[in-house]
Structure formats: structure tokens, C-alpha cells
């Protein structure tokens, strides 16, 4: 059966087809010029399988938004699912019967509370430092929101303009990526990373990626730490 429901849709496909003798190419036919994009396919899954059917105006602009910044796809990634709430904190293993019973679902980084995404990376209180103490780097103020979407949300609106958001869009994956890694060399390396520590490692590695993925100019490492929204103003258009 189905063989027949193959069959049925190649004819389908190659209704039209008319024979020439020009050399046979691939050819994506979701985007005009023929080339492959991932936002085609992504798009395209996402009417067929309804994967986001159930967010709101606000979650989706969050996740067309993350797929702008120019941190490294690898990270942009884990922030994709971290706003899913697919990253394996404590609570979601323990949710997938992944630890024993008997094991302990405190935050790795605090210990005083369940370890879930939103409280690892928004209310625990070495997180809370990490954002509060960017935030006056960069010179801005806001409470802390119930959830990550507002947070990118309020994040994004302490940039002057679009140069500088895409820059500021740099720091906050700089800082989940590093609030993970720190979570996680508590748990299998016995390392302890304070708020301050962690702070100075997002200077270094957003300074880098600016460097390596924007279009600035020479910014010396002392510059970004000084002033980094002058940095990212001088950036080439």
C-alpha cells in the first residue's frame, strides 16, 4: 500500500514535466532561486507538524529573533531548546524517570531550589547576579521577568538600535551558554564558579565572538569591558 501512495504522489510531481536534454540539477523548490535554506525547510515543518501552533505573538517573534544573532549556531541552538525547556536540568530528567527517585533535584548552582530551566537561568541566585551585574556593564535596568521569553524580550529592549541589538542578542547567548557550562562543571568536574567569575568569562567570550562574527573593527579587550556599546556602534554596515 504504500508503494501505491509513492507511486501516486511522484505522478503528482511529475505532472508538467516536459523532456529536454539540458543535464538533470538538484533544485529545492521551496525558495525561488532553487538553492537550499534552512529557514525554507524550517518553515515548511513547521506548517505541516504545528510545532508552534500553541505559542503566542510574543514566543514566536522570541524565536524568529534568536535565529538572528550572531552567536555560533551551536549555541543559538541550545537557546532554541532552552526556551523549549528541552535542555536535561534536574527536573526535566527526573520528568523522564532518567534519575533515581532518591536523588536530589536542587539547583546545581545555588542549592535552594528545584533545578528548572527558568529558575537555573533566571531566579537562582547566582544567575540573578550574572544578569544584574551585565546589566550595569551595559548600563541598563530592568526587574527580573517570570520567564525567559520576556527576559530576551526586555533584553533586546535596552539596545539604542538594531547594530547594538544584534550585539546585545551576542551577550545573552554568551550567558546562558556560560550559566550551562558553569551548572555543569559543578555537577561532573567539583568546579565552583562564582557570579563574578562567570561575568568576566561572558566580557571575554562575547569580545571574541564580536570580533570573529560582526563586522567591528579593531576593539581591543579593555574597550569592550570599558564601554562595549561603543564598540558595537562602530561596527561596518
Known amino acids: 500500500m504504500w508503494e501505491e501512495n509513492s507511486f501516486a504522489n511522484m505522478l503528482v510531481e511529475l505532472e508538467g514535466f516536459v523532456h529536454s536534454h539540458e543535464d538533470d540539477r538538484w533544485c529545492w523548490r521551496l525558495e525561488d ?62 520528568l523522564r524517570n532518567v534519575l533515581p527517585p532518591d536523588v536530589p533535584l536542587l539547583c546545581a548552582l545555588c542549592e535552594n531550589s528545584e533545578e528548572s530551566s527558568t529558575h537555573l537561568f533566571l531566579h537562582c541566585q547566582v544567575a540573578s547576579m550574572v544578569w544584574e551585574w551585565l546589566m550595569r556593564w551595559l548600563n541598563g535596568s530592568f526587574i527580573t521577568p517570570p520567564n525567559l521569553f ?64 560582526m563586522n567591528i573593527p579593531s576593539c581591543l579587550f579593555y574597550e569592550w569591558c570599558w564601554d562595549p556599546v561603543d564598540c558595537l556602534l562602530h561596527q561596518r554596515a
Open 33 to 94: 532561486n532553487g538553492a537550499f535554506s534552512v529557514s525554507s525547510m524550517y518553515k515548511k515543518l513547521d506548517r505541516e507538524g504545528g510545532v508552534d501552533s500553541d505559542l503566542g505573538v510574543m514566543e514566536r517573534r522570541v524565536f524568529t529573533c534568536i535565529w538572528k544573532s550572531p552567536a555560533p549556531s551551536k549555541v543559538v541552538a541550545f537557546s532554541w531548546k532552552l526556551l523549549y525547556d528541552r535542555i536535561p536540568t534536574r527536573r526535566n530528567l527526573a
Open 150 to 213: 520576556n527576559h530576551w524580550e526586555c533584553w533586546s529592549d535596552l539596545a539604542v538600535n538594531k547594530r547594538v541589538r544584534k550585539g546585545y542578542y551576542l551577550i545573552w547567548h554568551a550567558s546562558v551558554w556560560l550559566l550551562w557550562k558553569a551548572r555543569n562543571d559543578k555537577i561532573f568536574n567539583n568546579v565552583v564558579c562564582d557570579a563574578d567569575s562567570i561575568v568576566e568569562e561572558v566580557k571575554v567570550l562575547s569580545w571574541r565572538w564580536s570580533l570573529l562574527r
